[in-house]
């Protein structure tokens, strides 16, 4: 473990496991950063990086933390499944060339936009007119292959 030695905690193998399946499966897509405690997937907006105590799963810049136990490791595994299987829409707001606000949304089968998080940028030139960019991201892997190997680490979703 780059974090502690030799002894890794459950998070943390979650985290290598899960590095090493994008790693096979979306090849150099996948980068690595901050002494590999940090991966992200390029051409998207899916990122995850690892500390002592948790786990943070990402996309642009909307994130969650999940701590070292059972039902938030849990939550985080559904979490990883849904990012990498479901489309992904993002709306940026803008005032002139100004994004001043973002809204990331998962996309369910029934084409139902969910709101994952917002993000706000208070420093914005707020008398121009307010545009809207959108962007959607289809998935990044199957959905059946991706449930199969959160499987194989022993937690069910």
Known sequence: NKLRGN??????????KMKHFLKEKLGDRVKEYENGTY??????????CVDESGIAIGYSL???????NAEQLQQALERI???????????????????????VHVVNDANEYIIMGKATNWLYPYWKKTAVMELVNECLLNE????????EFGLLL
Not at 39 to 48: A, D, E, I, P, Q
Not at 62 to 68: F, H, L
Not at 144 to 151: D, F, G, I
């Open 62 to 68: 909307i994130q969650d933390y999940y701590e070292d």
């Open 81 to 103: 499944a849904q990012l990498l299987t479901q489309k992904i829409r993002i709306l940026e707001y803008r005032k002139g060339t100004q994004p001043f606000k973002y809204e």
């Open 39 to 48: 991966v992200g997937v390029n051409k998207s907006g899916f990122w995850m």
């Open 144 to 151: 059946n292959e991706v449930e199969q190997e959160l499987k």
């Open 7 to 16: 002894r890794m905690n459950k998070h943390e193998i979650i985290f290598e």
